[in-house]
């Protein structure tokens, strides 16, 4: 497609998931156990409810019925048309068209809450990832060579993770697992309870995106400013994959894993070059006690492996290319999220004071190799 002159690769399109996925494509056996989603006025109602009403997840604030401003009245004009014909694969072609999108990798939406609930045990939790995922495979088949699948995985069970993470590798064809960086389970992702995931990862050649979610989470860190619903966006989700990012550079996974590839998506680029002369300099000053096994800068554990991604309109995100280079940004329209930009996401980018070869790097290259393209 390449638009002006610019092959696009998205790091992190999203997908708006049918509110009967898990009802149709869940294991029978779970089938009386699986969310339904809620629809409403609001085009981009994010709601699962259990069978019995009671809704999905742990979050303070209600989902979506937060208070209107312009934003909310705005992504309904643009976005009504699109959820009026439900989302489809047609739809997401049409957008990307709209975009000037050649290749997308595609995350979920209400599935970035799927797995945060009070009711999920280790089995169900595995097949709310399996339906997901098979759904996936069925949503890119209208065009496989531009929509491409990122997979679900359960964080509950590491058998579990392990066999789906093989069967996406596989059978369904998908580059990358994600995870969200805000960890659902009781241990820290430098910890041995991960090793089997990561182990997989590499032999696999499988990406590993980590995706955080606003409303909802584990002891997330915006859970701190409820119930102020713009303020837990400005924070929980570079907060969170701060975190994920330090724990995988200075915390020794990528040490013991030299074949991992791993992305920290939606979550701005311009916090990383602070934050990784702040893990160097921990790193020169305790590394000998708490990082034994970590042998170079966790800087260099991050350019070795580790892509983020920038937002169309980041404007400082200069500053991150000056001190850090340009090689470990990808791009992302984020559509249909509340703060995407599409339709003119791909315009907005190729505004900001960036070289050509800058550019490139990110709308394609940087993306490509990541995903192992």
């Not at 893990?279 to 554990?301: H, I, R, T």
Request: proline share 6%; net charge negative; aromatic share 10%.
């Amino acid at each position: 497609m390449a638009k002006n002159g610019f092959k696009i690769l998205d790091s992190d399109m999203h997908i708006m998931e049918p509110p009967d996925l898990w009802e149709k494509y869940i294991d029978k056996k779970f089938r009386d156990r699986a969310p339904r989603g809620m629809t409403s006025h609001n085009v981009r109602d994010l709601r699962l409810v259990h069978p019995d009403g009671k809704e999905w997840s742990r979050t303070t604030t209600p989902q979506n019925e937060t208070a209107r401003g312009h934003n909310f009245d705005e992504k309904q004009r643009i976005l009504g048309n699109d959820a009026a014909r439900g989302w489809t694969s047609e739809v997401q072609l049409e957008a990307m068209d709209i975009e000037g999108i050649d290749v997308a990798v595609l995350y979920p939406t209400r599935g970035l809450r799927a797995l945060v609930d009070d009711r999920l045990d280790p089995p169900f939790a595995a097949a709310m990832a399996r339906a997901y995922n098979d759904w996936m495979y069925d949503f890119c088949q209208k065009d496989p060579n531009r929509l491409i699948g990122a997979g679900m995985i359960s964080p509950y069970s590491m058998e579990d993770a392990v066999n789906e993470a093989r069967r996406c590798a596989e059978q369904l064809g998908f580059r990358a697992i994600f995870l969200r960086a805000n960890p659902l389970v009781d241990h820290q992702w430098q910890s041995a309870y991960y090793e089997p995931l990561w182990d997989a990862l590499e032999a696999l050649n499988l990406s590993l995106g980590f995706h955080e979610s606003t409303g909802t989470g584990r002891n997330q860190v915006g859970e701190r400013l409820e119930p102020n619903f713009m303020l837990r966006r400005v924070y929980a989700q570079p907060f969170e994959q701060m975190l994920a990012l330090g724990c995988f550079c200075a915390g020794g996974v990528l040490a013991r894993h030299p074949k991992m590839r791993v992305a920290f998506l939606e979550a701005n680029c311009s916090w990383l070059p602070w934050l990784l002369w702040r893990l160097d300099e921990a790193w020169e000053l305790d590394g000998d006690v708490w990082a034994a096994d970590v042998k170079l800068k966790p800087s260099e554990y991050f350019k070795k492996h580790c892509v983020v991604s920038i937002e169309p309109d980041e404007m400082i995100a200069t500053n991150v290319i000056q001190q850090v280079g340009n090689a470990q940004l990808v791009f992302s329209t984020d559509y249909p999220h509340v703060d995407s930009r599409y339709p003119e996401a791909v315009n907005h980018f190729l505004k900001l004071p960036l070289s050509e070869t800058d550019k490139r790097n990110i709308l394609w290259d940087n993306c490509a190799a990541y995903y192992a393209m």
